[in-house]
């Protein structure tokens, strides 16, 4: 079976964006830009909620036309590759090859064939998930600023979920991976 890994930026006061919307602090050194274009090229699919959705499929098509960051320049072409899913209760169709799934219909998607899939951000569709018992591991990425609020990394969810810490590791001397498994 399929993993459902939900992979995530966070400030070290738990928001993957700022008050006003801004998502301009994370820092994509060498490390971690290494080990998130590692993990994306292992996934079967990229997973999106809705939000997130439109900000990937707004900027990742036409990245190189824009961008000279390497980061960039790496993930663009691995992103077009990808097979790509939304999460959407609203959604009937999305752009770019990415098919549209409720969450109640993920399980059906985790227990076919492929690699893992990938959910990158979110916090609405994170909690779905969670909610319905479908994450399997969590990769959030701490970095060393402090939003002091905005959009925090989980949403308000049904229960209490047991972690296991199942790795850490630091990032080009600023950024820690925290690695759970459920």
Same mark, same amino acid.
Request: net charge negative; charged share 20%.
């Given at each position: ?6 992979? *995530?930026?966070?400030?070290? &006061?738990?928001?993957?964006?700022? %008050?006003?919307?801004?998502?301009? @602090? ?6 971690? =830009? ?25 900027? @990742? $098509?036409?990245?190189? =036309? /824009?961008? #000279? #960051?390497?980061? #960039? !320049?790496?993930?663009? $072409?691995? @992103?077009?590759?990808? %097979? ?20 109640? #219909? ?24 969670? &909610?319905?018992?479908? /994450? &399997?591991?969590?990769?959030? *990425?701490?970095? %060393? ?13 049904? =229960?209490?979920? $047991? !972690? ?7 990032? &080009?001397?600023? =950024? ?7």
């Amino acid at each position: 079976m399929r993993k459902v890994i939900h992979f *995530v930026h966070s400030s070290v &006061d738990g928001y993957i964006e700022g %008050p006003e919307g801004e998502f301009d @602090w994370p820092a994509m050194g060498p490390e971690l =830009s290494a080990y998130s274009l590692a993990l994306s090229e292992r996934a079967g699919t990229l997973l999106y909620g809705r939000v997130v959705w439109g900000w990937m499929a707004g900027y @990742w $098509p036409t990245a190189e =036309s /824009v961008s #000279d #960051d390497p980061h #960039d !320049l790496a993930f663009a $072409p691995i @992103w077009r590759a990808t %097979p790509k899913a939304v999460l959407s209760r609203t959604l009937t169709s999305a752009e770019h090859g990415a098919r549209v799934v409720r969450a109640e #219909d993920l399980a059906e998607l985790k227990a076919g064939d492929g690699g893992d899939l990938l959910l990158m951000g979110g916090t609405e569709a994170a909690a779905a998930l969670t &909610d319905l018992g479908l /994450v &399997d591991e969590y990769q959030v *990425v701490v970095h %060393p600023v402090v939003l002091g609020g905005g959009r925090p990394v989980f949403a308000p969810g049904k =229960s209490r979920i $047991p !972690l296991r810490l199942a790795e850490t590791r630091a990032f &080009d001397g600023r =950024s820690v991976l925290l690695r759970y498994t459920v």
